[in-house]
């Protein structure tokens, strides 16, 4: 499968973005989807996952109240919306796919994953 990640740009703090990603090559509505960040010298980290019926939702701490994960299983989309954005959003965030229907914030999870996308929030 592939994805595509688009919707990054920049943005000041207290901004808002929101991130698509469309699989291709097969489909992905039984797997759960995901999206992770990496910032500039850091690891890349667990931002949020959907299960495959857009329920078992989980969030980072560092975002929850302020990301809404969701997807269309129709269109093999999965989105994140970004709302109160702070400078330390501030990251490549890849979309990836499950191996399971439902799955949690471990990397090995996740079996593909998307090139990325630059989110760049100002102060």
């Known amino acids: 499968v592939q994805l595509q990640a688009s919707g990054g740009g920049s943005v000041q703090a207290g901004g808002s973005l929101r991130l698509s990603c469309a699989a291709s090559?097969?489909?992905?509505?039984?797997?759960?989807m995901a999206w992770f960040r990496q910032a500039p010298g850091k690891e890349r980290e667990f931002v949020a996952t959907?299960?495959?019926?857009?329920?078992?939702?989980y969030y980072a701490d560092s975002v929850k109240g302020r990301f809404t994960i969701s997807r269309a299983r129709a269109d093999n989309t999965v989105y994140l919306q970004m709302n109160s954005l702070k400078p330390e959003d501030t990251a490549v965030y890849y979309c990836?796919?499950?191996?399971?229907?439902?799955?949690?914030?471990?990397?090995?999870?996740?079996?593909?994953w998307g090139r990325g996308t630059l989110v760049t929030v100002s102060s």
């Open positions: 990836a796919v499950a191996r399971s229907s439902v799955s949690g914030s471990r990397e090995s999870g996740y079996t593909s």
């Open positions: 090559g097969r489909t992905v509505s039984n797997n759960a």
């Open positions: 959907v299960g495959w019926s857009g329920g078992n939702i």
